[in-house]
DNA sequence: CTAGGATCCTGTCAGC
DNA sequence: TGCTGACAGGATCCTA
């Protein structure tokens, strides 16, 4: 699911490849997944990409900014010019474009954007740049790992939350960037079971997350995300965190730290729980 | 304030 | 082979 490290992913590709261009046609195959108009786009020069959590903002010279969420099975993918050595696409992209092809920008120079998603939780947004930071999920967001999410505050929120840890941990109005993924490996690197009210944790604990959710995130990012599911790159490629899982999707197989108990799967607010029995307690 | 459930959407997979 | 139903999941919305 793309979190923090897979939506970074797709800023620095998205960075690499837009900044400088200019959208020259915009296609709009499936309403539903874009809003705001078009021509408030047309012709405009793409000056820079912010993330703020898991929602990129593509900043335009004439201030105006696309946002995006690409949810569960976005994807954005550019094919032109930037592309020194075109990689191949990943088998998660398909034909392009596809039938899950929703948005076609086409760039000058003869570069096109497409964004696809097959479950349609995705979507695109045509707003004033300065509208950006009253947009309302960006500024409900909570502090995020490495911008402004320091280990005092993380213990504060923790601290005061009679919430489940996990379900914490992925509440974007307490916490920005954290998903399901991220949540259960950081759980279990910091051997805390995701059960647990966060208010009882000890202050070790609480140390032993914070450096945790660091640790996995980093990680992330540097493998260029996980790509169990549809995440790929803008240059079609997949990310490698997904050889590296913890916990994650491993329901069944023998904890790799005790290696006493097998990785147990439970479901806790509708998502999909991997933690260890014993080591986590 | 928190908890729990439904919702959106479609590919995949189990079961028959 | 082909149909049916369950399931996954980020964020939101609604009810309790």
């Not at 980093?218 to 599911?229: H, P, T, Y």
Request: aromatic share 8%; charged share 25%; glycine share 10%.
């Amino acid at each position: 699911m793309p979190e923090l490290p897979e939506v970074e992913t797709i800023k620095k590709g998205l960075t690499k490849y837009l900044v400088g261009h200019k959208i020259e046609d915009v296609e709009v195959r499936r309403a539903k997944v874009f809003s705001g108009e078009v021509k408030d786009i047309l012709g405009a020069k793409i000056v820079g990409i912010r993330r703020f959590a898991k929602v990129i903002a593509i900043d335009l010279e004439n201030n105006y900014s696309l946002l995006a969420h690409v949810k569960l099975t976005g994807q954005f993918i550019y094919r032109g010019p930037n592309l020194k050595n075109p990689p191949v696409l990943s088998n998660k992209v398909g034909t392009l474009p596809g039938k899950h092809t929703h948005v076609i920008f086409k760039l000058d120079r003869g570069g096109t954007l497409y964004f696809n998603d097959v479950r349609v939780f995705g979507w695109i947004k045509v707003v004033k740049t300065k509208e950006v930071l009253n947009f309302d999920f960006i500024k409900k967001l909570g502090p995020e790992p490495f911008d402004g999410l320091t280990e005092e505050k993380f213990k504060e929120i923790v601290a005061k939350s009679k919430t489940m840890i996990k379900i914490l941990l992925m509440d974007q109005t307490k916490i920005g960037g954290v998903g399901n993924i991220y949540a259960n490996d950081a759980l279990w690197l910091a051997q805390v079971n995701p059960q647990r009210k966060a208010d009882s944790l000890t202050i070790p604990e609480q140390e032993r997350l914070y450096e945790a959710i660091l640790t996995v995130l980093k990680k992330g990012i540097k493998l260029g995300g996980a790509s169990e599911v549809a995440f790929v790159a803008p240059s079609g490629e997949e990310g490698e965190y997904q050889k590296h899982f913890l916990v994650y999707g491993q329901a069944g197989k023998v904890c790799p730290r005790c290696k006493k108990e097998k990785i147990k799967r439970i479901a806790l607010g509708g998502r999909g729980t991997f933690f260890c029995s014993y080591c986590q307690k």
